[in-house]
T-cell receptor, first 110, second 113 residues
Framework: GQSLEQPSEVTAVEGAIVQINCTYQ??????LSWYQQHDGGAPTFLSY????GLEETGRFSSFLSRSDSYGYLLLQELQMKDSASYFC???????????FGRGTSLIVHP | DVKVTQSSRYLVKRTGEKVFLECVQD?????MFWYRQDPGLGLRLIYF???????EKGDIPEGYSVSREKKERFSLILESASTNQTSMYLC????????????FGPGTRLTVT
């Protein structure tokens, strides 16, 4: 089967950098994606890594190491509005349909 | 602006009732999905559809069925609602080649009493 592990909660201060880790176990791995969900809101797609390395989109970056079955989401210059839940999701087994992790609640303090 | 809409934001039903949750997308996406989200459990896939009248079971299909008669519309049906189906239900859509990039609706908070 599949499993994903990510921390349940991360706290940081405004302006800081935070890294949310995700480790996975699966067969037939295709890639790792990240979603953001604010309280009461819909999940929104942030990024997808199909290859090893770092993908940068503005203040957010996502990294993948296929050999280590590991990835992370890096958020720079944290803002209060970044307080949200962040989900990693793995696509594998003949389909790009993601299987979601349990989510990490990011709390940004002033 | 791309949009996925769900018929109700909040719904309260009684045990044993038949419940219909509707989802409509305006992006001409082939793929549509139904998830439920519970605290601490993330999003779990109930059913998905990759074309009109086609459906596939996800990870937790028991107690649910789906219908896709038109490309833009995907319905989730609870044949006989039970209290353990109290949850947030999220609909999503995607292009077939980019299933990892899904567009979600606002969700329906269903309470079964």
């Amino acid at each position: 089967g599949q499993s994903l592990e990510q921390p349940s909660e991360v706290t940081a201060v405004e302006g800081a950098i935070v890294q949310i880790n995700c480790t996975y176990q699966t067969s037939g791995f295709y890639g790792l994606s990240w979603y953001q969900q604010h309280d009461g809101g819909a999940p929104t797609f942030l990024s997808y890594n199909g290859l090893d390395g770092l993908e940068e989109t503005g203040r957010f970056s996502s990294f993948l190491s296929r050999s280590d079955s590991y990835g992370y989401l890096l958020l720079q210059e944290l803002q209060m509005k970044d307080s949200a839940s962040y989900f990693c999701a793995v696509s594998s087994g003949g389909s790009y349909i993601p299987t979601f992790g349990r989510g990490t609640s990011l709390i940004v303090h002033p | 602006d791309v949009k996925v809409t769900q018929s109700s934001r909040y719904l309260v039903k009684r045990t044993g009732e038949k419940v219909f949750l509707e989802c409509v997308q305006d992006m001409d996406h082939e793929n549509m999905f139904w998830y439920r989200q519970d605290p601490g459990l993330g999003l779990r896939l109930i059913y998905f559809s990759y074309d009109v009248k086609m459906k596939e079971k996800g990870d937790i299909p028991e107690g649910y069925s789906v219908s896709r008669e038109k490309k833009e519309r995907f319905s989730l049906i609870l044949e006989s609602a039970s209290t353990n189906q109290t949850s947030m239900y999220l609909c999503a859509s995607s292009l077939p080649q980019n299933s990892y990039e899904q567009y979600f609706g606002p969700g329906t908070r269903l309470t079964v009493t």
